[in-house]
């Protein structure tokens, strides 16, 4: 494991952890720098095990881990007052206020019990539940319950906010409110977000740089738009009208072309200039309303992420 | 105004250690429960016996003082025999003794329903609402998971054992001729505090891993009830029929022909087949091992060796003119004589069994989902 600490948010290296005939972990190595992270994989790919790794909740068969410089094995206790960690589970105690689950969380990360209750209140006013503090929890809806999961993992100010589904059955209103807090600490206030979901637009809306496992290995890893790197001589095309004609001159000229709703994929032929486009459409009277190179998207990477795999296995 | 606009502050304070970070479970525990009206009645009521024993530590010493109220009101003490408050400060530490065994044995009851309330939801509320990863993911120890929770029972426990049982023993000592009588007592109240602790780490430690056997606090509280109470009725039982076979061994049943002139034994009660017992051996039914059977009789039979209350009882009976008055007393009053550490030994077991419950059930996250 090299590279300087300050620069790795978290590296596992030949991390393997079985449970009785089942590995979740198969000798994981991966090296993840500071900032805003998706971790993506299909069910039983290892995410939460991972996750819990991290957090020492769980100890590995095999391999080293560290996260933010320190040794899981040695100090999961220092890590873990540098962590902030929403799970993905309801687990709110019913009974209490909102504002007393936010400050008992607090101390139990160590915080004064006063401190606790002002920053208590501090972070409620931040994930916009301030009306609502002094409700008990169980009347909460399921925005409500999760913002108030990551009121009460952000209340120690962690340097590392691990997310595990946050937007899981919440409305679109409350899935772009959750979505939109974890962008901005990720962006604008300098804590690094460890984002674990199965919705491949909400990683894209809030993280720099990926993770996908399957099968408790690493599959892909990387920025996101590196990854989604431009497909060269390949176009998306959209025309005012209906560009049937269009589309079988460029195909005669030796163009792959392909419908994806009102779009059209161009593949140009090798050595072909982007100006035959235009020439095509002048010569059918079309007006090219959208013309750009075409990227892999998120859900493209993954897709074929885990299809290698497949194949492989 | 979208809601991020609303700033975020960084925060600069300073964390406290892991040593005391426990207390924050209690705290937070005890703040929960006492919401409960409920529970703050009980509360009410387990202090009404700690008043009692309070008025009786001051009233002993006003009737050292040679106090004519406080002689009134000893009398309506029934276990007072006239030469007890003929001399009151020779029997002053056996008198005390008396008082904490009875403000323990009133008191142990009162312990048994506070953990009917405060108990049964302590762990399996927390597995229930899958609550154990707010408290792993954050820094803390099973042990100090354990320790918190443990905590809230000890502090319930503690408001109606040991508090009173050091305040009654302030005000004994303020209301006293002079102060030998700490030399005299002062065992008596490290007994106490140390009896205090350990029917609630006892109890406590028992209701825990019970808890941590459901996710549903009511089946938790339905088998603290049949420890507690079932164990009772079946030790009581068992022990009812071992003195009803004790009667036959000293006084056997009549024969035939006695039968006939109609001059077999009267029949006795169960005290009198005790003293009898008592008659053959120094050590009364020194060998019946159904109390074990009760959790609260074993709690009782090492709170009896740590007040001393059965030496208490004994230097009482020394005033009755007869042997058979004796025994008759000491059977009556003195509790059961089997050795305390058959019960320390029970009791050692069931801590040890809970470790183990708690150990087994509650080991972290490492399982599969």
């Not at chain 1, 998306?236 to 049937?244: S, Y």
């Not at chain 2, 905590?151 to 109606?160: A, I, K, P, Q």
């Not at chain 2, 003119?321 to 509790?335: C, D, E, N, Q, V």
Request: hydrophobic fraction near 45%.
């Amino acid at each position: 494991m090299s590279g300087n600490a300050a620069s790795i948010l978290f590296a596992l290296e030949k991390v393997t952890k079985t449970y009785g005939a089942i590995t979740a972990l198969d000798e994981l190595s991966v090296c993840v720098p500071p900032g805003a992270i998706g971790l993506l994989g299909p069910n039983g790919s290892g995410k939460t095990t991972m996750i819990r790794t991290l957090l020492g909740l769980i100890p590995a068969n095999g391999g080293r881990a560290r996260v933010l410089g320190m040794d899981v094995r040695r100090r999961q206790l220092d890590i873990r007052r540098l962590i902030g960690f929403v799970p993905e589970d309801e687990c709110l105690f019913p009974g209490v206020a909102g504002v007393e689950f936010v400050a008992y969380a607090g101390e139990l990360v160590g915080m004064p019990a006063r401190d606790a209750m002002q920053r208590a209140h501090e972070v409620l006013d931040y994930v916009g539940l301030t009306e609502v503090r002094y409700r008990q929890v169980e009347s909460y809806s399921a925005g409500m319950k999760q913002r108030l999961k990551l009121a009460a993992a952000i209340i120690h100010d962690p340097k590392l906010l691990i997310l595990d589904e946050p937007t899981n059955g919440m409305d679109p209103a409350g899935r772009k409110d959750m979505l939109a807090l974890a962008h901005d600490l990720a962006h604008h206030k300098n804590m690094s977000v460890l984002f674990s979901s199965h919705l491949l637009p909400d990683v894209e809306a809030v993280c720099d740089h990926i993770i996908v496992l399957g099968a408790g290995q690493l599959l892909v890893q990387g920025n996101i738009r590196e990854l989604k790197a431009v497909h060269p001589g390949s176009f998306e095309v959209r025309l005012k009208e209906d560009g049937t004609s269009f589309s079988q001159q460029l195909t005669d000229l030796g163009c792959a072309v392909q419908r994806r709703g009102d779009m059209l994929l161009i593949q140009i032929p090798s050595g072909a200039a982007p100006a035959m486009l235009w020439q095509a459409a002048a010569a059918h009277q079309q007006q090219i309303r959208h013309l750009r190179s075409q990227r892999s998207t998120l859900e493209e990477v993954f897709l074929n992420a885990v299809e290698r795999t497949s194949c492989q296995l | 105004m979208p809601i991020i606009d609303q700033g975020y502050q960084h925060w600069s304070g300073r964390l406290t250690g892991h040593r005391w970070r426990w207390l924050a479970i209690t705290r937070h525990g005890v703040k929960i429960a006492m919401r409960s009206y409920f529970l703050r009645y009980v509360l009410l009521a387990a202090w009404v016996p700690a008043l009692v024993l309070v008025t009786t530590l001051s009233a002993w010493g006003l009737l050292e003082r040679k106090s004519k109220m406080a002689r009134t009101f000893i009398q309506f003490m029934q276990f007072m025999n006239p030469g007890v408050v003929a001399d009151p400060r020779h029997y002053c530490g056996a008198v005390w003794r008396l008082a904490y065994g009875y403000f323990f044995h009133v008191e142990l009851f009162f312990a048994m329903i506070l953990i009917l309330i405060v108990g049964p939801g302590l762990i399996s509320r927390d597995l229930r609402v899958n609550a154990l990863p707010l408290y792993f993911s954050r820094p803390l120890r099973r042990v100090d998971y354990f320790l918190g929770k443990l905590g809230v029972v000890v502090t319930f426990l503690g408001m109606v054992l040991i508090v009173p049982a050091v305040i009654a023993y302030i005000f004994g000592l303020l209301f006293s001729v002079d102060l030998t009588v700490v030399r005299d007592t002062f065992g008596l109240l490290i007994g106490a505090v140390a009896y205090g602790l350990l029917i609630s780490v006892s109890a406590g430690m028992l209701i825990l891993a019970l808890s941590a056997l459901g996710r549903n606090s009511r089946y938790v509280a339905l088998l603290w009830l049949g420890l507690w109470f079932v164990s009772s009725v079946v030790s009581s039982v068992l022990t009812a029929v071992h003195h009803q076979q004790q009667r036959y061994v000293y006084h056997p049943p009549p024969t035939s022909s006695e039968l006939m002139t109609r001059q077999g034994p009267k029949p006795l009660t169960m005290n009198d087949a005790a003293a009898s017992t008592a008659k053959k051996s120094d050590v009364p039914v020194s060998r019946n091992w159904r109390a074990l059977l009760s959790y609260t009789t074993n709690l009782s039979r090492v709170g009896a060796k740590l007040l001393g209350t059965n030496a208490a009882w004994k230097q009482i009976s020394l005033l009755e003119p007869t042997a058979s008055g004796r025994h008759r007393l000491l059977a009556r009053f003195g509790g059961p004589w089997y050795p305390w550490y058959w019960s320390a030994i029970v009791l050692a077991g069931l801590l040890g069994l809970s470790l183990c419950v708690l150990n087994l059930s509650i080991r972290t996250l490492d399982r599969l989902k």
